[in-house]
């Protein structure tokens, strides 16, 4: 009993610790910004492998997610005779809910690892201790642009998926299951909302890259410089994020959609 | 220790500097003079924290008691920002070499150029392939740094440590495991870039002859202390059973071939208890 | 750094392609389209009870979307419901007898205002009020008055 209140005490200390670290290394990484802005071509690299090599696996996830919305609703509404509204239940799910959620959990299994792999390799081989030697701050040259590039990907990777998924949709509903195209678009337009759905949808996709981006790059920056200590980060990376996610979607869509 | 006679020429001083990890003292109350255009070398056994000093000498860990000077500065009361003007003048080599594993090798020598100086590429250029031939590698400026040896990443690393032409580098174990012809390159070089760039150089090394070989001076330290020091003839000849047990590589001395631990026998005849206890306990978890 | 200008490229392509997804959302998905682009006119119509009609809901004639419901309010003095539309400026010639009524698409479908011409030579402006309007079928209403006919015709039989 006793060592589980032991056990229990130093668990807390040691995460209160670790979120203190982690909002000074957030607060660093913003105010790294500043200097990094300058240099878009330190931002533009990142885009790259945080955004572009994340393109093909957010697509094509988005085409099939889309594709199951369309089969899945269409027969669930078919009993109902409602089949027109299918067009509005693939809109809304996927633009409210899987858009942002599935995007960022892919993104932080995709880019999300690979940053904390990365960032966790470079301290393991002194190259963020060398650069600090050379009087360059790791935290701005390597992480701040890392950071801002993840952040900017994210909304668009989540656009990307939702819009593909609601091709995808139309593709089985109206081209397989012979749903009307003109009341796939119509119904979906006339109650689909550009603040209430799109707008909190894109902010939702923006939370989650700021989170997502950020634990990434701290776990990263925080390993144990060994090679287990760069395994077990980016496990922590991708569970953390992970809940982190869910928990906030969760919170995102009370205060959203809460008073409807 | 008499510290006060070097201490008008000296570039880098340490003063009754301590420093723990843990409940484990790393340094107990040592002082050490680096002086201006020498080569001076810190030997020791793996694990007496050598790296930890040139760590403590860079700024980059904090000590718990004593100070260390550079060039009239002390480095732990320093500024962020004055302490980064500082760094720019001071080169670390580090063990693995510590290149960017993202750029090739010309980017790694011109980064530190980019970051520091609005030098246009030409002269940039100049400058990368200057540092490149001063270590023998204009050949190599494309590969990248996982296509390098050992040796030729230290060599590059040295590059760019001397890219912003600083006063001094410390160089981190720069000769462990490397063969003997990169190790006489390296010997070479350091010993070179010393005499015509008018350098200070700090050696962390526990390469006995080839430290001895260039040095103008050498700290021998073991457990957080300093147990020996003076030029490489008088550390040869020194008296002390322990300066001479690391200089002559013997097995047993004052510092035992065994970790201690407790008397081997009883623990042999403990073994059978304790084991049942222990997998008794990975069983809980 | 290899490779640079490749790179650029894709992350253009990248950055284009997001934001067509988004512009696409906006456009495509949501209704913002229609209120960016046109002019509308406002017309006023009221109901006995509006039902479930909302805000933005759908206002259309032979089928066609032509505008939408801009608000719903409560006339405290008659105790109907005042529902003001915007209708596309492009038409014009609506005629002033037109009747409105609350339908719904389908069964379980969103309610909409339904407009059925009349043959009058004036045409609704801006401002104007259609006069002649029929309220939402509320399906519990019907429901309810259905299952109580049956009921009484059960018992007449009964007798």
């Known amino acids: 009993m006793m060592q589980l209140l032991q056990y229990l005490g130093r668990t807390t200390r040691a995460s209160f610790t670790k979120l203190g670290r982690g909002t000074f290394f957030l607060l660093h990484t913003l105010a790294g910004l500043g200097s990094i802005l300058p240099r878009p071509r330190l931002i533009l690299n990142q885009m790259y492998s945080v955004g572009v090599l994340s393109f093909l696996i957010i697509t094509i996830s988005g085409l099939f997610v889309g594709m199951v919305l369309g089969l899945q609703g269409y027969y669930i509404l078919s009993d109902f005779g409602a089949e027109e509204t299918l067009g509005v239940m693939v809109a809304a799910s996927l633009v409210r809910e899987l858009g942002p959620v599935v995007t960022a959990l892919l993104f932080a299994g995709r880019a999300g690892s690979a940053l904390t792999a990365e960032i966790g390799l470079m301290k393991a081989t002194e190259q963020l201790s060398g650069m600090e030697m050379m009087a360059v701050d790791p935290i701005k040259r390597i992480i701040s642009p890392r950071f801002l590039a993840g952040f900017l990907s994210m909304p668009l990777l989540a656009a990307l998926f939702s819009m593909i998924g609601i091709l995808g949709g139309l593709m089985v509903g109206v081209g397989l299951l012979g749903v009307d195209e003109g009341a796939y678009w119509s119904q979906m337009q006339a109650s689909m909302d550009f603040h209430d759905d799109i707008v909190n949808g894109v902010i939702k996709s923006i939370v989650f890259g700021f989170v997502a981006t950020w634990i990434a790059l701290f776990e990263g920056y925080d390993t144990i410089p060994t090679s287990e200590g760069v395994s077990r980060a980016t496990t922590r990376t991708v569970v953390n994020s992970a809940f982190s996610i869910l928990g906030l979607d969760f919170i995102l869509t009370a205060l959203m959609f809460g008073d409807n | 220790m008499d510290n006060s006679v070097s201490s008008q020429n000296s570039l880098v001083s340490v003063h009754n500097l301590s420093f723990s990890r843990g409940n484990k003292k790393i340094f107990d109350d040592i002082s050490l003079e680096f002086e201006r255009g020498k080569i001076t070398a810190i030997m020791g056994p793996s694990g007496t924290g050598k790296t930890t000093l040139l760590k403590l000498i860079g700024g980059q860990l904090f000590p718990s008691q004593g100070s260390v000077t550079v060039d009239g500065q002390n480095v732990h009361r320093l500024r962020r920002s004055e302490l980064y003007n500082l760094r720019k003048r001071m080169g670390m080599l580090f063990q693995s070499g510590a290149l960017l594993t993202d750029m090739n090798v010309y980017d790694n020598v011109a980064f530190p150029l980019r970051e520091h100086t609005h030098l246009p590429e030409s002269m940039i250029r100049t400058l990368v392939l200057m540092k490149l031939q001063a270590v023998g590698l204009r050949g190599a400026r494309n590969m990248m740094p996982n296509e390098l040896s050992g040796g030729m990443a230290r060599r590059i690393a040295l590059a760019r440590a001397i890219a912003l032409d600083p006063m001094m580098i410390m160089y981190d174990e720069p000769f462990t495991g490397q063969d003997p012809i990169s190790m006489g390159a390296l010997v070479h070089l350091i010993k070179s870039l010393n005499n015509t760039l008018g350098l200070t150089s700090i050696i962390v090394s526990h390469d006995v002859h080839e430290t001895a070989a260039i040095a103008d001076y050498i700290y021998v330290l073991s457990e957080g202390k300093i147990i020996g020091e003076g030029t490489p003839k008088e550390i040869q000849q020194s008296k002390s059973e322990w300066v001479q047990q690391f200089m002559t590589g013997a097995a047993d001395g004052p510092v035992h071939f065994h970790y201690p631990a407790t008397d081997y026998v009883d623990d042999l005849l403990l073994s059978k208890k304790r084991s049942g206890r222990v997998s008794k306990r990975y069983g809980q978890l | ?159």
């Open chain 3, 1 to 159: 750094m290899q490779h640079t200008s490749t790179q650029d490229t894709l992350v253009g392509l990248f950055v284009a392609s997001g934001i067509v997804g988004l512009l696409f959302l906006a456009l495509q998905v949501s209704n913002l389209s229609s209120f960016i682009k046109e002019d509308t006119y406002t017309v006023t119509a009221r109901f006995e009870n509006s039902g479930g009609l909302k805000v933005k809901s759908a206002v259309s004639a032979a089928g066609v979307k032509i505008g939408q419901v801009s608000a719903i309010n409560f006339d405290p003095t008659t105790y109907e419901s005042v529902v003001e539309m915007h209708i596309n400026a492009k038409y014009t010639t609506i005629p002033d007898d037109t009747s409105a009524s609350i339908f719904t698409a389908g069964l379980l479908g969103e309610q909409y205002v339904n407009l059925v011409p009349g043959g009058s030579e004036d045409y609704l402006k801006n401002g104007s009020a259609i006069e002649i309007t029929q309220s939402a079928i509320i399906l519990e209403k019907v429901i309810g008055q259905f299952l109580f006919k049956s009921a009484e015709e059960k018992a007449e039989t009964k007798k």
